[in-house]
């Protein structure tokens, strides 16, 4: 089917290798932070999530960093593997009540074998 | 996690009529959100829905032209009126995990307007 991510920016790993996408937010008082991955065909996928008291959150082969004085969030995988191949989403949280997500622009990311 | 079925999950329609898009959830929740994807683009938030209650639109979208159903805990619809080329996009439901924190999503539903 038609891909999600035909004019996003892209990314290309070999497989094995580690994977870096990052993720500026927009606002300060954005508490809650979540990773997402979206593959074609598929809606998004929670990957991992961060909030705004943490510096660094892992899970399996997912890495989330935040840099609050920067505004700035990265994913790491580790070991990329083909079924990483998607587009990855960052998105922050602006009202502690609902849980209204606001959406970065997404970056997709492709594995080579 | 919640479990979120979207009918249809696709959709060719004429310009100037209008689709409703369904979203059913395996479980009660209070708040019920829809998405608009464009081809090649992040996700938009349209509007809020709220059982009970009409639903808050976001900036640049109006309840003319996406009218939105909450009828129960479980259920939502989403219209999208007068539909034009520029509505082709991927339309998604979400509700908040437990505590209000992660979302989950439907698997879209792919509009393509002609």
């Known amino acids: 089917g038609e891909s999600v991510g035909l004019h996003l920016p892209t990314l290309s790993v070999q497989e094995g290798d580690n994977s870096i996408i990052n993720c500026a937010y927009s606002?300060?008082?954005?508490?809650?932070f979540i990773w997402y991955k979206q593959e074609s065909g598929k809606g998004p996928q929670f990957i991992i999530d961060?909030?705004?008291?943490?510096d660094k959150r892992q899970g399996q082969r997912v890495t989330v960093l935040l840099n609050k004085t920067v505004k700035h969030l990265s994913l790491q995988i580790a070991a990329t593997q083909p079924g990483d191949s998607a587009v990855y989403f960052c998105?922050?949280?602006?009202?502690?009540?609902?849980?209204?997500?606001?959406f970065g622009g997404g970056t997709r990311l492709m594995v080579k074998p | 996690s919640a479990v979120i079925s979207q009918k249809p999950s696709r959709d060719i329609c004429q310009r100037g009529t209008s689709l409703t898009i369904q979203c059913q959830v395996d479980?009660?929740?209070?708040?019920m959100f829809w998405y608009r994807q464009q081809p090649g683009q992040s996700l938009t938030l349209i509007a809020t829905?709220?059982?009970?209650?009409?639903?808050?639109?976001e900036s640049g979208f109006v309840i003319d032209k996406f009218p939105i159903s909450r009828p129960n805990l479980t259920f939502s619809t989403l219209t999208v009126s007068n539909m034009s080329p520029e509505d082709s996009s991927i339309y998604l439901c979400?509700?908040?995990?437990?505590?209000?924190?992660?979302?989950?999503f439907g698997q879209g539903t792919r509009l393509t307007v002609v």
């Open positions: 998105a922050e949280n602006l009202n502690n009540a609902g849980n209204m997500l606001t």
């Open positions: 961060i909030r705004s008291n943490m």
């Open positions: 829905a709220n059982q009970g209650s009409e639903a808050t639109y």
């Open positions: 979400s509700v908040s995990g437990t505590g209000g924190t992660e979302a989950f």
């Open positions: 606002n300060s008082a954005s508490d809650y």
């Open positions: 479980s009660q929740v209070t708040m």
